[in-house]
């Protein structure tokens, strides 16, 4: 077996409220012997999203919380570096929800793990714009948000990976788009490289005004991302009539007990008229993977879908870009590269 050292990043204990460093450990970890049908993989490109931290609670949602001593989840591009399977070769690329580790033996069949194509685009991007952010977003707006010629939508964390896909696919199809986002910075780029109409900068103050006078018509299609202030000053714009994809509410995923938070469900429901609104998980589209995959890859070629990251180098660097994500100091989808590319990839 090619000799590669593992290490692994563990809960060490539950965060309360904002993790802290020592709230994940690094650890040491033997990987096995590869059987029949498995595949050794070394762990090029982790991803790092939101929903990982009401992962880290002992709660009850759509997913199991992480263990305290298990490796964090997430999901990776890596190469396959041995081979005893039929349908992978070493040298392939996949990806995979294999955790922040720097590499891990897998079945071939292991669920949610795909085979990509690294001629395409950078194999970064399979994480974000391309990855399941960018599917979010395609699903989210398309069959929930279904978007018109001529009307408004307001997409929140606008620069973020699945904020900035919604923003640009939007103007695709002829809306008049408006992001949200924190700082000057990450508005002008959301207007001058991504094209959106107009983008308010909610860390300025009067976000309710600056909001409404954003959108003259109404708002025909709210992109939730965040929930909390952003989603309470866009309820009361919406024009009969509109939709809400509920994809997250990152304001709230720090607090030390989320379930007292009000929820986009409840901002919105409480409203006299309220819009069509609900949760969606991407896997609701899981059967258009490939298709929605291609679809983003082929935008990316042609310059019609632009994108940005930032990259944390090496596992040790993932807790605190973690914690830096949660409150907005990246500027387009975090990263954190494990292992260099190889020259060929
Ligand atoms: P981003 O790349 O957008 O990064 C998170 C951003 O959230 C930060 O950069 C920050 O941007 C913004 N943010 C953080 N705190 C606040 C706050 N209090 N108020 C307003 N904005 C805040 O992340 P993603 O694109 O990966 O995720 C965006 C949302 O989509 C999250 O809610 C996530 O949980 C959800 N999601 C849902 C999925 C689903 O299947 N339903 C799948 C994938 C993502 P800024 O500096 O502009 O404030």
Known sequence: ?????????????????????????????????????????????LSL????????????????????????????????????????SVGDHLTAYAGWQEAFIADDSMPGMYKIKPADVPLSTYLGVVGMPGRTAYGGLLYLGKPKSGETLVVSAASGAVGSVVGQMAKMMGCNVV???????????????LGFDQCVDYKQGNLKENLANACPSGIDIYFENVGGDVARAVAPLL????????????????????????TPQQIFSSLEEPPEHRFFLQTEWQDEHQAITDQLTAWVKQGKLVYRESIAEGLSAAPAAFRGMLNGKNFGKQLVRIHPESKAD
Not at 179 to 193: F, I, L, M, N
Not at 241 to 260: E, Q
Request: charged residues 25%; hydrophobic residues 35%; glycine residues 10%.
């Open 1 to 45: 077996m090619t000799a590669i050292s593992n290490h692994a990043m563990v809960l060490a204990t539950r965060p309360n409220g904002e993790p802290r460093e020592d709230d994940f450990r690094l650890e040491q970890q033997d990987l096995g012997e590869l059987q029949d049908g498995q595949i050794l993989v070394r762990v090029l490109w």
């Open 49 to 88: 999203d939101p929903y990982m931290r009401p992962m880290m609670n002992d709660a009850k949602s759509y997913a199991k919380p992480v263990p305290i001593g298990g490796t964090v989840v997430g999901e990776v591009v890596g190469e396959v570096v041995e081979s005893s399977s039929q349908k992978y």
């Open 239 to 262: 024009n009969k009539g509109s939709r809400v994809p509920i994809c997250g509410f990152i304001a709230n995923y720090n607090d030390t007990d989320i379930s007292k938070a009000e």
């Open 179 to 193: 992001g949200v986002a924190g700082g000057p910075d990450k508005c002008r780029y959301v207007t001058q490289q």
